[in-house]
């Protein structure tokens, strides 16, 4: 349930299909740059109820990260 929403902000932002988009994904996969990223973490915290901080953002390495984070937070 949660990569699903994940990969649908994910395919809206960058204007991909969902089958481009899997927890192995990365950022550099979806062309994403660093206003890119903070754009996408925005939306993620208002869809998730969640706050990203810098530090959290560095550990992110693809989608599946994203995931975990927010399951545990």
């Not at 204007?15 to 206003?35: C, G, I, K, R």
């Not at 993620?44 to 937070?73: C, P, Q, S, W, Y």
């Amino acid at each position: 349930m949660v990569f699903e929403r994940i990969q649908k902000l994910i395919c809206e932002q960058f204007d991909l299909e969902p089958e481009q988009v899997t927890e192995a994904t990365t950022l550099e996969d979806v062309n994403a740059d660093s206003l890119d990223v903070y754009d996408l973490a925005q939306s993620l915290e208002t869809a998730f109820d969640v706050t990203f901080h810098e530090e959290d953002l560095e550990n992110v390495k693809n989608i599946g990260d994203i995931v975990r984070f927010i399951e545990n937070n």
